[in-house]
């Protein structure tokens, strides 16, 4: 159990909490949920099939429609035809990959996962005794990896790579042509399976386009692709979310999920339907504010003395290099949390590559991240 240690944003969530309680006024650019509430035809969705007596037991899998709606929802978006049988609906998009850890990693077995990365990756490859293989992204690659240093890093007890991309903490977002150079690596290295976590598929700017390991049909028989609602459709706290399973895994995830939370919620599963299927101006208009806002805090960020911020093209966070003001991150985290009322992460909570960065969310308002950041000039003087 010590190996599995809690997530960052949420302790800094906590404290930010505490403090607000004490009557401080806290920003929170901690947090990585989306400050638009569900909208109201899923909210409605969801009260519907309460009123319509949908109180029991579904699937373990999830049910049907709500499985159709995903396939449907994945071909639509990534171009790509799935068979519903291999969707698995789990609460929320962290079940994917604590299954998938949990399944493939053991002691004596390899896992890599993303360096800055979203930190329960590496807590539950440790967790299942496996060996935790950081694979570096890089600041001057707008945070991706390097295909031919990942390659080279597989060795025979590698038994899952984990990628994300568009990336938390970074917001980065893997090129078509690193992606390209390693699927066609990895041909050699039939051994290893591949989580691709797509939870920010649909949360990209720049007319750049979503690209998924899915559209690569020479893994798709080893490739575990997570995605779920809580970001595309700010229903964070409804816990929903889905894996899409190679035929060899679906049993075994299908069995975690009996034995672990029997189904998820019927309402909420009804709610996913609709917000998949239903009007998606809402999910438009999210992604255009947080773009908007993602320029302001670009450009507020690297106008301050001593921090510099590349463009994240995904996702809703901007990481920002903090190494040139001479303090570490964690003590940047604690002195602007506590003395500023700005609560942001620290990059090491993201892994032993993020020391030197601090992420921001800018899942808040214009106004908000403009006061943030005049309170962290404030604060550095
Ligand atoms: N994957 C990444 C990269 C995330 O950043 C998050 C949430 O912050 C998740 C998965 C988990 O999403 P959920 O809230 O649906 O479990």
Not at 76 to 91: E, F
Not at 333 to 361: C, D, I, K
Request: aromatic content about 8%; charged content about 20%; overall charge negative.
């Amino acid at each position: 159990m010590a190996e599995l240690k809690p997530e960052g944003a949420f302790i800094v969530l906590a404290r930010a909490a505490e403090l607000v309680a004490q009557g401080r006024d806290i920003i929170n650019l901690g947090i990585g949920q989306p400050d638009f509430p569900t909208a109201e035809n899923i909210v409605e969705a969801a009260a519907k099939a309460l009123r319509d007596g949908h109180h029991g037991y579904t699937p373990a899998n999830g049910i049907q429609p709500l499985r159709e709606a995903v396939a449907a929802d994945i071909l639509a978006n990534r171009g790509v035809a799935v068979d519903p049988d291999l969707v698995l609906v789990v609460p929320g998009g962290k079940v994917t990959m604590f299954f998938a850890i949990l399944i493939l990693g053991e002691p004596g077995a390899e896992i890599m996962f993303p360096d800055p990365g979203f930190p329960v990756y590496e807590a539950v490859i440790r967790f299942s005794g496996a060996k935790a293989v950081p694979m570096r992204l890089y600041e001057d690659r707008g945070f991706s990896f390097s295909a031919e240093e990942v390659l080279g890093q597989i060795t025979p007890a590698t038994r899952l790579i984990i990628v994300n991309s568009p990336a938390n903490p970074t917001g980065g977002v893997v090129p078509r042509a690193e992606f390209d150079r390693f699927v066609a690596g990895l041909e050699d290295h039939p051994h290893v399976a591949i989580l691709s976590d797509e939870i920010y598929s649909r949360l990209i700017y720049e007319g750049e386009r979503h690209v998924s390991l899915l559209e690569y049909e020479s893994i798709r028989d080893r490739l575990i692709l997570l995605d779920g609602w809580s970001k595309t459709y700010a229903m964070t706290g409804w816990r929903i979310g889905y894996g899409v399973w190679p035929a060899t895994l679906y049993d075994a995830a299908l069995r975690l999920a009996i034995n672990d939370h029997s189904c998820v919620n019927a309402p909420t599963q009804y709610a996913a339907i609709e917000a998949l299927t239903g009007p998606q101006e809402s999910v438009a208009a999210m992604v255009a504010a947080f773009d908007e806002r993602r320029r302001v805090i670009v450009e507020e960020l690297n106008g301050v003395p001593g921090m510099s911020c590349t463009t994240p093209l995904g996702a809703f966070y901007a990481f920002p290099n903090v190494s040139e003001l001479g303090r570490s991150a964690d003590e940047l985290q604690t002195a602007l949390l506590e003395e500023a009322g700005v609560a942001t992460v620290a990059g090491p909570n993201f892994g032993a590559a993020g020391e030197g960065y601090l992420r921001f969310s800018y899942a808040d308002s214009a106004d908000h991240i403009h006061e943030a950041v005049r309170r962290v000039r404030a604060l550095l003087g």
